[in-house]
Nanobody, 115 residues
Framework: QAQLMESGGGSVQAGGSLKLSCASP????????MGWYRQPPGKERSLVAK???????TYISSVKGRFTISRGSGRIELILEMNNLKTEDTAEYYC?????????WGQGTQVTVSS
């Protein structure tokens, strides 16, 4: 069964940086759109950024200029570099593979930004 595993979350102060990675041991999602989603406490999960198999990228407005999504290499499918983090970025972050037949999700990694 396809698996996605996020890593790189943690606790930082506002203005700090984190780099999230999404690994897929044994699977290759190069034909799928890959995305990062987040779910703040008490709120629904929503898109942060996504990248298609052709490299087209979409960001939500609140992270433009601060976050960078990219495809990885080898076992790392997806990366999210987050700079100038704000307290409102606090959430559980999920990697997703949006494939033609099915969507696959990782289990999430917590990002906490303190003021």
């Amino acid at each position: 069964q396809a698996q996605l595993m996020e890593s790189g979350g943690g606790s930082v102060q506002a203005g700090g940086s984190l780099k999230l990675s999404c690994a897929s041991p044994g699977w290759n999602f190069h034909l799928c759109t890959m995305g990062w989603y987040r779910q703040p406490p008490g709120k629904e999960r929503s898109l942060v950024a996504k990248i298609t198999k052709d490299g087209d990228i979409t960001y939500i407005s609140s992270v433009k200029g601060r976050f960078t999504i990219s495809r990885g290499s080898g076992r790392i499918e997806l990366i999210l570099e987050m700079n100038n983090l704000k307290t409102e970025d606090t959430a559980e972050y999920y990697c997703a593979a949006l494939c033609p037949i099915e969507t696959y999700w990782g289990q999430g990694t917590q990002v906490t930004v303190s003021s």
